[in-house]
């Protein structure tokens, strides 16, 4: 059965950092682009960041240069490393699965499958 878990949210402050984890059971990250997403309540999921099988990632405009996506295969695990965190990051965080994306597609939510559950993120003083 494939799953994937998120991990890592917390509560923390402007400019704080946090490091959420995707993990799978039942197959193996490698042979899949990871995206992560982003949630607040009566709006549309957005992309957050995609790292594809061959390494190349993605970021949307207003995370670079703060976040940072990474796989660990020994652990089967991909992160995002968010730092300098803002409050309007504040989100329900979720990973999934596609087999490939290109730089025009690689944010839209409906080509992924296999979401976790999330983990809140939120950020504020």
């Known amino acids: 059965q494939v799953r994937l878990v998120e991990s890592g949210g917390d509560l923390v402050q402007p400019g704080g950092s946090l490091r959420l984890s995707c993990s799978a059971s039942?197959?193996?990250?490698?042979?899949?682009?990871i995206g992560w997403f982003r949630q607040v309540p009566g709006k549309e999921r957005e992309g957050v960041s995609s790292?594809?099988?061959?390494?190349?990632?993605f970021y949307r405009d207003s995370v670079k240069g703060r976040f940072a996506i990474s796989r660990d295969a020994v652990n089967n695990t991909v992160y995002l490393q968010m730092n300098n965190l803002r409050t309007e990051d504040t989100a329900i965080y979720y990973c999934?699965?596609?087999?490939?994306?290109?730089?025009?597609?690689?944010?839209?939510?409906?080509?992924?499958?296999?979401w976790g559950q999330g983990t809140q993120v939120t950020v504020t003083s």
């Open positions: 999934a699965t596609t087999q490939s994306v290109v730089a025009q597609s690689w944010y839209h939510w409906k080509l992924y499958r296999n």
């Open positions: 039942g197959f193996n990250l490698g042979t899949y682009t």
């Open positions: 790292i594809r099988r061959d390494g190349i990632t």
